[in-house]
């Protein structure tokens, strides 16, 4: 099934962003009508709870090779290249309950990445119960590997989306 994007041509036609318009088609002495809304959501950001937010977020910035942004408020922020921030925020809850972040990489930046979480001694896991320590997978014709944060969330760092491939 083709589900277009807003933006995109589409029969002829741009869809607008986030809008709403109507389609008519005139057919044998009939007239279908359909009302088409778009809408557009991207995911901005997150908050990562940590017992040390300086920590925690330099601890995943080294892993994945990212720069930590500027303190703003109470949040050390980590922005993704796809625009997405976590907004790592110390917390004193006790304790805090385990989250699970996903990063999309390339073949090459995953070799990269991996490779560190090797020489930092991180435990890594294939499967995201823990089970397979020391594997990775090979999810959808790539490659995925699990390992947690200083907190106890669950990073997970993937080639393929799942659902794409073999």
């Known amino acids: 099934m083709y589900a277009p994007v807003a933006g995109q041509a589409c029969g002829g036609f741009a869809l607008p962003a986030s809008q709403s318009f109507t389609l008519t088609a005139h057919t044998r002495g009939f007239t279908y009508t359909w009302r088409i809304s778009i809408v557009s959501v991207e995911l901005n950001h997150t908050i990562v709870l940590a017992r040390d937010k300086q920590a925690s977020a330099e601890f995943l910035a080294t892993i994945l090779d990212l720069e930590l942004g500027a303190e703003w408020g109470p949040f050390l922020p980590l922005t993704t ?19 699970h972040y996903a ?3 390339s073949e090459g930046e995953f070799d990269t990445i991996f490779e560190r979480i090797q020489q930092a001694g ?3 896991y294939a499967d995201p119960a823990l089970k397979k320590a020391g ?3 090979h999810n959808d014709g790539g490659r995925g590997v ?14 393929r989306p799942y659902g794409s491939g073999e």
């Open 81 to 99: 290249s796809n625009g997405v921030t976590l907004d790592f925020a110390n917390s004193d809850q006790d304790p805090i309950a385990p989250q």
């Open 103 to 105: 990063f999309l990489v």
């Open 122 to 124: 991180i435990t890594y």
């Open 135 to 137: 594997q990775i997978n």
């Open 146 to 159: 699990y390992f947690l944060d200083p907190v106890g969330h669950s990073m997970e760092v993937i080639t």
